[in-house]
């Protein structure tokens, strides 16, 4: 059975974390889920038996570490569960992780890393206790423990990636890179060099990916779909580039898409009766 | 009642926090740089984001340093608020203004051609309970300021 809960963070965090998640499989047939670019960035630990993912660039699934900091996807990856998987994910907003941290995550796009390179010995030192926990509360408990000590002088590092990020979130990624320039007041030249600093992207890639993220996810979840509301939703001149701008971050058309969404749904359904 | 009351206090805090930003840039037209700094804490950090770390330091320092050189480099400098708007989430307010001027010295590394700037900024202002200023974000088009100062035949 696959399970999935999402769990809010205290208000201190709210900035920067959108959610925590709870993944748990436990049926042990190898299943394969298609996830398509979301806009986030997340830090995963993994608290039961391994997974594997596949990238776009990737030809085999590559087992992950139990502790990953997973960068910006430019395009849809592989999940491969088997056994037993637990799975405890802090999604942040997509400049969170070089605000809290100062990491730039220019050499994490399309990547899953060690969290050490991130959170150094704390990384094992977390994992030992999320793994010790009783239940979700407590791992939650723990993760707004620590996120809240790295919130301290984080003001240092706001900049425009932070404001021209959460005005492509709020357009839903419908806003031109010069109307961004406008707004905040700054070169292009300075913006792109700031997002790309914070995100890894440039913001041109980010709104594509922020318009795309809600679409791909509406196509997994319908059984039918109007691809001309589709087209008209996402703000696109027409179908062909909407099928362009979607066969671009998800390597399939949007047919074959729904069709393979539409056999996993049959499946996980097939599963429950 | 209480709620009320809640909501009028902060309606009325956030109309006090809108006017420090008025009367900021009205002693920024008067160039009162005094005044200015007045309204800021000692404490207080300001942010010039263009100039990267170069640009962050206290108001009273870095803050000061900055515009009075922009006010010995340009004398008729000017500026016109266009929007003052409160964020909640950031308990902040975010003012569009125009700055322009004509300079007169070198400012900044960029020789004196008498070349007049007209530019865009956005100051963030965030404040403690008295309605002083505590941190300042400045941001304007960097780039299309030096091209303005800069003969176009350079």
């Known amino acids: 059975m696959l399970s999935y809960q999402k769990h809010s963070s205290p208000p201190i965090l709210e900035p920067f974390i959108v959610c925590y998640y709870d993944l748990a499989y436990t049926h042990g047939e190898t299943q394969i889920i298609q996830s398509p670019p979301s806009g986030y960035s997340a830090i995963i630990f993994n608290l039961g038996d391994p997974y594997a993912v596949r990238t776009a660039a990737e030809k085999d699934f590559q087992t992950l570490p139990d502790c990953i900091l997973a960068g910006q996807q430019t395009k849809n990856y592989r999940i491969r569960l088997s ?73 240092k590092r706001v900049n425009v990636a932070d404001m021209a990020a959460e005005l492509i979130l709020k357009n839903t990624g419908n806003i031109t890179v010069e109307r961004l320039m406008e707004e905040l007041c700054v070169s292009r030249r300075h913006l792109e060099r700031k997002f790309l600093e914070k995100t890894g992207l440039t913001p041109k890639q980010y709104c594509r990916i922020v318009r795309m993220a809600p679409i791909s996810n509406q196509v997994a979840h319908a059984s039918r779909v109007d691809w001309q509301d589709m087209v008209f939703q996402g703000g696109f001149h027409d179908q062909n580039h909407f099928i362009k701008d979607f066969k671009a971050l998800n390597d399939l058309s949007p047919a074959r898409y729904l069709q393979e969404h539409e056999e996993l749904t049959r499946l996980l359904e097939k599963k429950k009766e | 009642m209480n709620e009320t009351k809640t909501q009028q206090q902060e309606a009325t805090s956030v109309l006090q926090r809108k006017g420090t930003c008025i009367e900021f840039f009205s002693a920024y037209q008067e160039m009162d740089l005094e005044r200015m700094l007045n309204l800021c804490t000692p404490e207080s950090i300001v942010y010039f984001e263009p100039l990267d770390q170069t640009g962050t330091g206290r108001v009273h320092e870095l803050g000061k340093n900055i515009w009075t050189a922009l006010m010995e480099c340009f004398p008729d400098l000017d500026n016109t608020v266009t929007s003052l708007e409160w964020i909640e989430a950031q308990h902040a307010v975010k003012c569009r203004v125009s700055i322009f001027g004509t300079q007169r010295k070198d400012f900044a590394g960029i020789p004196e051609h008498g070349l007049r700037f007209d530019s865009e900024h956005i100051f963030i202002f965030k404040f403690d309970d008295q309605a002083l200023v505590t941190e300042l974000r400045v941001l304007w088009d960097h780039d299309k300021f030096v091209q303005q100062l800069t003969p176009a035949d350079l």
Not at chain 1, 117 to 133: E, H, I, P
């Open chain 1, 83 to 155: 056994g037993a998987v637990r799975q405890v994910g802090i999604v942040f907003k997509p400049t969170a992780i070089f605000t809290l941290f100062d990491f730039s995550m220019r050499t994490v796009v399309n990547k899953r890393i060690s969290l050490d390179a991130l959170l150094g010995d704390q990384a094992g030192v977390l994992y030992t206790s999320l793994k010790a926990a009783m239940d979700v509360a407590e791992r939650l408990d723990i993760l707004n423990r620590y996120f809240a000590t790295r919130v301290d002088g984080y003001e």
